[in-house]
């Protein structure tokens, strides 16, 4: 059953195992993952202790994050740094756990210390396993693929976010010894993972000719593809939702006083949503594009901060964080496919860690962002009784303007590749010889126009098809889209120019 949820390939020894490791490496996600800042409150954080925990860690691996690639290949081979760090995350929860008895003094800082860690560790591990997956998977099954993983692992992560509520509210003998059963339990499943990751089969490892290529390489890049420019949208967005992220824990638990189960339920709430909406995310962009779900779901979530404004009631409070997880859930599922599938091969590897260096947890926009949140709290006007709303707002206003400077460069380069009947050789660069792959062509194009997908290149046998009218012959041995077409269904130039498809 397992392998029919995740839609992986039999066979393949490396997808086998990622099953086994996409459990593990959710169950520790669940354990832990909304549980950091309820520990450091716990502790007794202040609102700018809570924003340091959550933007040092980011900034520490953003940094991380971009010399990657250069240990990748000074190391030649990506399951090694994979190993590394996942060992690394494992074992570093249990000094974690231990913190109230080895650091009674200075809990809050060895807890910074350890995030630290923490983070750079686990966004190093995802960067290469991450790569090592888009090499596997087939091109054509990505958004399904990462969209059956995404299902799994959010229905794993739900389940141990509420075995860990339930285990914090019943545990005997205080809050710390809740905690340090479910942060051992999150390192007892981290460990699974590595030992499931060593059983991995690495692809061939594929890097630019240029040694010397690196970050600077990139940015210098990131305007001229469609690549480049999400993953800089996408690192805005991060910024602009980072100032308020870590404070609506402390909103609900010191403002609105919710206890441990009722915020393990808000927690699995959103778990949920993410579980249930993926597929209708996929669905979406097999039609539309992964772009425009981009721009769809980064919408949605700049909503999220002022619908915090009109109700402190917990089901109004947990209805919003299932519609906010579910919109998040598309922009991460469709912009990671964007990237993962449309990256060149050689520079995959890049891409990736510098979308994770970027965008999203971990990221540049992670760091800046708490910590203008923390400030923001400290000098805008309260709003009712509590200071954070006036944060909410600011983070929704930030998201907004992104979202409005970027439309118009959200253009999405979409790559066709049609089938080659068997036995096909062909006589020119350009020859078509069945009119069954003119009217697969024909096809193809109209869908393009019917999805008013902007721009789009059409490839068969290997070579790139411009879009230009077609017309169907049994024998035809030149490009015979260059010839005029009479009749109904033309597609004009005039016509093609205006629906902006390239030529």
Not at 89 to 95: D, E, G, K, N, T
Not at 416 to 421: A, F, R
Not at 455 to 475: I, V, Y
Not at 478 to 501: C, E, F, I, M
Request: charged letters at 10%.
């Amino acid at each position: 059953m397992l392998h029919r949820v995740l839609g992986f390939v039999r066979g393949q020894k490396t997808i086998r195992f990622s099953k086994l490791e996409a459990f593990s490496s959710a169950a520790t996600i669940g354990f832990t993952d909304q549980y950091l800042v309820p520990f450091a409150v716990a502790m007794r954080a202040t609102d700018m202790q809570v924003g340091l925990l959550s933007s040092v860690p980011s900034l520490a691996a953003a940094v991380t994050m971009l010399g990657v690639p250069q240990l990748v290949r000074k190391l030649g081979s990506r399951k090694a740094v994979l190993l590394s760090v996942v060992f690394l995350h494992a074992v570093i929860w249990l000094p974690i756990l231990l913190v109230p008895l080895l650091f009674p003094n200075q809990m809050l800082l060895a807890l910074l210390v350890f995030a630290v860690l923490l983070t750079v560790s686990s966004n190093v591990a995802d960067a290469n396993w991450e790569s090592i997956l888009a090499d596997v998977v087939p091109k054509n099954r990505i958004n399904r693929y990462f969209s059956m993983r995404g299902m799994f692992q959010g229905a794993v992560t739900l389940t141990a976010a509420l075995i860990a509520g339930y285990v914090l509210e019943s545990v005997p003998g205080g809050i710390f010894i809740g905690f340090g059963a479910v942060f051992f339990m999150a390192m007892t499943f981290r460990l699974a993972s590595f030992w499931f990751l060593t059983r991995v089969a690495e692809p061939d490892l594929r890097l630019p000719e240029d040694p010397a290529y690196g970050f600077t390489h990139f940015l210098s890049e990131v305007g001229s593809s469609s690549v480049g420019r999400l993953i800089l949208f996408v690192a805005l967005m991060t910024l602009g939702a980072g100032v308020a992220a870590p404070f609506y824990a402390v909103y609900v638990l010191d403002d609105l006083h919710f206890g441990p189960v009722l915020y393990s339920f808000f927690v699995g709430v959103g778990y949920l949503a993410t579980i249930f909406s993926l597929p209708s995310w996929n669905s979406l962009a097999d039609r539309i594009g992964n772009m425009r779900v981009v721009l769809l779901t980064a919408t949605l979530t700049a909503i999220v901060p002022f619908l915090w404004l009109f109700s402190t009631n917990p089901v109004f409070l947990i209805t919003i964080q299932a519609f906010a997880s579910a919109a998040w859930a598309g922009l991460v599922l469709t912009a990671s496919n964007h990237v993962f599938g449309d990256s060149p091969p050689e520079k995959k590897l890049h891409f990736i860690a510098y979308f994770n260096a970027l965008a999203f947890q971990g990221s540049f926009g992670a760091f800046v962002g708490p910590l203008l949140g923390g400030t923001l709290s400290q000098v805008l006007p309260p709003i009712g009784d509590s200071n954070l709303l006036g944060v909410f707002v600011a983070s929704g206003v930030i998201r907004i303007v992104v979202i409005a400077a970027f439309i118009p460069l959200m253009v999405e380069v979409i790559r066709i590749e049609l089938p080659v009947p068997r036995g096909f050789q062909p006589i020119t660069q350009h020859a078509i010889r069945r009119s069954g792959v003119l009217a697969r062509v024909r096809l193809q194009h109209q869908r393009f126009v019917h999805r008013g997908v902007p721009h789009g290149t059409l490839h068969w046998a290997g070579q790139p098809l411009p879009w230009r009218s077609f017309r169907a012959c049994r024998d035809c041995v030149g490009p015979s889209w260059a010839l005029p077409q009479r009749g109904h269904g033309r597609v004009t130039n005039k016509t093609h120019r205006r629906r902006g498809l390239s030529a």
